[in-house]
């Protein structure tokens, strides 16, 4: 399955963002899919998951609260709804098709970057 994130961007702190990861190639719905991030000299580090079904997200600390993660199998699309976004969530956001719930999630597709820059 080949994916395609997009909707990064700059924007102040406390505003709100949604990163959208369209899939193609394969039935979107065979995988489970999550979002990753990557900061600047950071790891690579996990955002939140859900199931292929749409069902059990689950999230990273760092992002449970303010993110929302969710998927719409008919438009093979899952989306990242980020609010009340914080400078340290500068990154550049990867979505990721696989298998898996919550920290067992693992990637066997990763799109490219979309970046999000939060400024202070």
């Known amino acids: 399955v080949q994916l395609q994130a997009s909707g990064g961007g700059l924007v102040q702190a406390g505003d709100s963002l949604r990163l959208s990861c369209t899939a193609s190639?394969?039935?979107?719905?065979?995988?489970?899919s999550g979002w990753f991030r990557r900061a600047p000299g950071k790891e690579h580090e996990f955002v939140a998951a859900?199931?292929?079904?749409?069902?059990?997200?689950y999230y990273a600390d760092s992002s449970e609260g303010r993110f929302t993660i969710s998927r719409d199998n008919a438009k093979n699309t899952m989306y990242l709804q980020m609010n009340r976004l914080k400078p340290e969530d500068t990154a550049d956001y990867y979505c990721a098709a696989g298998y898996g719930l919550g920290l067992e999630f693992s990637p066997a597709s990763w799109g490219q970057g979309t970046l999000v820059t939060v400024s202070s």
């Open positions: 190639g394969r039935t979107f719905s065979w995988y489970d």
């Open positions: 859900i199931s292929r079904s749409g069902g059990s997200p």
